[in-house]
């Protein structure tokens, strides 16, 4: 599986600017409705704040995974936000978060595909090397091209 059928560069956000991680979350959404007219930005709100409620999606080296299963959604999609500052996330390793990969997936049985896609980001952002890349590149173009080589 291969993350290019998820993340597009047009999902690529640099500079996104945040105060927190509840104004992250506000203005994630919003930029999610605006790519999805249809999807219910309360709604979607709702899932990302019940999620994250279970336990915090940051998984520490600076990065965050959130991720919901959402009715209105027909396929898995990772929408990226690199923040100009970094904000408490409540990430595992107590450090603030940089990256953040926001998936949102389709409802299935299994849930197979969001895990199989959780666990691949999780295991490549362990790659000091790759994190570094994706810390380093100047544009949606060097963050996806980076992407795309380590996957």
Do not use: W
């Amino acid at each position: 599986m291969k993350l290019d059928k998820f993340v597009r560069k047009t999902h690529i956000r640099f500079q996104f600017d945040t105060a927190d991680k509840t104004d992250f979350f506000k203005k994630m959404v919003k930029d999610i409705t605006k790519v999805h007219p249809d999807f219910e930005e309360e709604r979607l709100l709702e899932l990302f704040y019940l999620r994250e409620e279970t336990m915090s999606t940051g998984i520490g080296n600076g990065i965050a995974i959130p991720h919901v299963m959402y009715e209105k959604c027909e396929n898995q999609e990772i929408f990226v936000y690199r923040l100009t500052k970094p904000i408490d996330f409540a990430a595992l390793d107590k450090k603030p978060v940089e990256l953040i990969f926001a998936m949102i997936g389709a409802p299935s049985p299994s849930n197979i595909i969001n895990l199989q896609i959780l666990a691949k980001l999780a295991l490549m952002m362990k790659h000091p090397e790759f994190l570094e890349k994706l810390l380093s590149a100047e544009n949606a173009d060097a963050f996806f091209e980076a992407l795309i080589h380590y996957d």
